[in-house]
């Protein structure tokens, strides 16, 4: 069982940065894979970065790619998503996951992931 709470959204401008984070509980954080989707108002809960179990892989929506880092730290059984020149394309909660192996079966799909958190809401005016 592994239980997910996140934290550092809020309300930013244009081009400003956040960093969320995502703390787990749990003895088998290692072996598995994170990543965090975001749902805006009225869409589908969509990919926006995964990592593997060990953190030498990691994987991110088209969109997102080079602005956004996610990263992890096994000791300390967290994750997290560095949001930087930050759209207000990019407004939505944004759910940590985590799947039940090192690997997701697909990065890309929510059925990937067993464990979800409860969501932080991140806005960005223009």
């Known amino acids: 069982q592994v239980h997910l709470v996140e934290s550092g959204g809020g309300l930013v401008q244009a081009g400003a940065s956040l960093s969320l984070s995502c703390a787990a509980s749990?003895?088998?954080?290692?072996?598995?894979?994170m990543a965090w989707f975001r749902q805006g108002p009225g869409t589908a809960r969509v990919f926006v970065a995964g990592?593997?179990?060990?953190?030498?892989?990691?994987m991110y929506e088209e969109s997102v790619k080079g602005r956004f880092t996610i990263s992890r730290n096994n000791a300390e059984k967290t994750a997290h998503l560095q949001m930087n020149t930050l759209k207000p394309e990019d407004t939505a909660v944004y759910y940590c996951?985590?799947?039940?192996?090192?690997?997701?079966?697909?990065?890309?799909?929510?059925?990937?992931?067993?464990?979800w958190g409860q969501g932080t809401q991140v806005s960005v005016s223009s």
């Open positions: 996951a985590a799947a039940m192996s090192p690997y997701p079966d697909t990065w890309f799909s929510s059925r990937a992931y067993k464990y």
């Open positions: 749990g003895d088998t954080f290692a072996t598995n894979a």
């Open positions: 990592i593997s179990g060990g953190g030498g892989a990691t």
